[in-house]
């Protein structure tokens, strides 16, 4: 007697939440649909909280605009940017999941070469359950991927490698360049479709680009944040970099790994350089010196969580890099309100238990959901 086949539930299906931040009705996850519909979405809308943003039918999800985020967090809301996808790092707040992936609305399914629409999640999947090699490069790339391995003179005490904290993808298409990059090559787009993962070696810093990226939100997640960005502020278009020089720093020092590489998507919209200049043009300036202040900072040993070590990160920069720009002083402190909020909304297992009454149910925030 023949027996039903059991379907397959998606890899990390209750683990895992899809954080988009957006401005315009989500059309874009039609594409989507087959790689992404069985998970939660957390929508953080951008712009005018009155706006009525429209997700298609069948997805499962929360939606956040700036009304909630004041309601969540208070007077801590300040730290979350406006008008800049830097907002996408509240979905990273709010999330109870394990990992997160983040992913932007002009953001579409690639090729590979055969003509096969590739499934970036579950490449991220792949690159996240499986080790890192920081330590001594591979120069057969990841060598946990099927049809490869350690090539001959790789040290065998380091063959375990470290847990992967980062994901980190890439796009065809659009490439993703800096606005004076984008005016000078108007027309380039990236037709280089390269099929490897590697690691990026300890103390390597790297240009992290939020719009295809996957993270363990349980080993780096406080430190996932994209700073001060948008209305109000200097400087726009550095959220991701600023999270991942942060977030690389933090790695290292707890022994953690990046990797970069597969998966791609297909990027579909060039924005304006103009318009990107105008946000950039600080950052092309302080970046000469935030990036030797990276390279050069050493946390303490005492810092033996990520929280901790954003923390010291945190008095650094204003210490550090305070006389480049006053701003960085402000983003010091927004570094500390960050954690403050992540500690409030994630707190300890067991302090939560703690704190929990044993006949009342705790109340969730309400978003708006489908």
């Known amino acids: 007697m023949a027996h039903p086949i059991t379907p397959l539930s998606p890899p990390l299906k209750d683990e895992l939440d899809i954080v988009i931040p957006t ?90 070469p055969s003509g096969k629409e590739i499934n970036a999640l579950a490449q991220h999947i792949q690159n996240l359950l499986t080790p890192s090699t920081p330590l001594f490069f591979n120069t057969l790339y990841d060598p946990y991927r099927e049809g490869a391995d350690f090539v001959r003179g790789y040290p065998f005490s380091l063959r375990e490698g470290v847990s992967t904290a980062i994901s980190h993808g890439l796009w065809l298409n659009i490439p993703d360049y800096d606005a004076p990059t984008q005016l000078v090559k108007p027309r380039e787009r990236n037709t280089r479709y390269v099929d490897a993962v590697m690691t990026i070696p300890k103390g390597t810093l790297f240009p992290m680009c939020g719009m295809n990226l996957a993270f363990n939100r349980e080993l780096i997640g406080p430190a996932m944040y994209f700073g001060l960005m948008g209305d109000g502020q200097p400087i726009g278009r550095y959220d991701d970099m600023w999270a991942g020089w942060c977030a690389k720093v933090i ?32 950052g092309i300036y302080w970046q000469e010196e935030i990036i030797p202040f990276f390279q050069s900072i050493v946390l303490s040993k005492e810092c033996t969580t990520v929280q901790e070590c954003y923390v010291e990160l945190s008095k650094n920069v204003k210490e550090k890099l305070g006389s480049v720009d006053p701003y960085f002083q402000k983003l010091g402190d927004a570094m500390v309100t960050w954690i403050e909020a992540w500690e409030e909304l994630n707190p300890p297992k067991e302090a939560a238990a703690a704190a929990e009454p044993k006949s009342v149910k705790k109340e969730e925030p309400s978003p708006k959901s489908k």
């Open 23 to 112: 401005i315009r009705n989500l059309d874009f996850l039609e594409m989507w649909r087959p790689f992404l519909q069985p998970y939660h979405l957390i929508i953080v809308q951008d712009g005018d909280p009155t706006k009525v943003i429209n997700v298609p039918d069948g997805f499962d999800y929360e939606l956040y605009n700036r009304n909630d985020v004041n309601r969540v967090l208070g007077p801590k809301a300040s730290c979350i940017s406006f008008k800049d996808s830097a907002c996408r790092c509240f979905g990273f707040l709010v999330s109870k999941k394990k990992y997160i992936f983040t992913i932007d609305d002009d953001c579409f399914v690639a090729k590979d």
């Open 251 to 282: 790695c290292d020092h707890l022994n953690l790994g990046v990797k970069t590489g597969l998966p791609y998507i297909w990027h579909s919209k060039a924005s304006n350089p103009f318009v990107n200049l105008k946000k950039e043009y600080k």
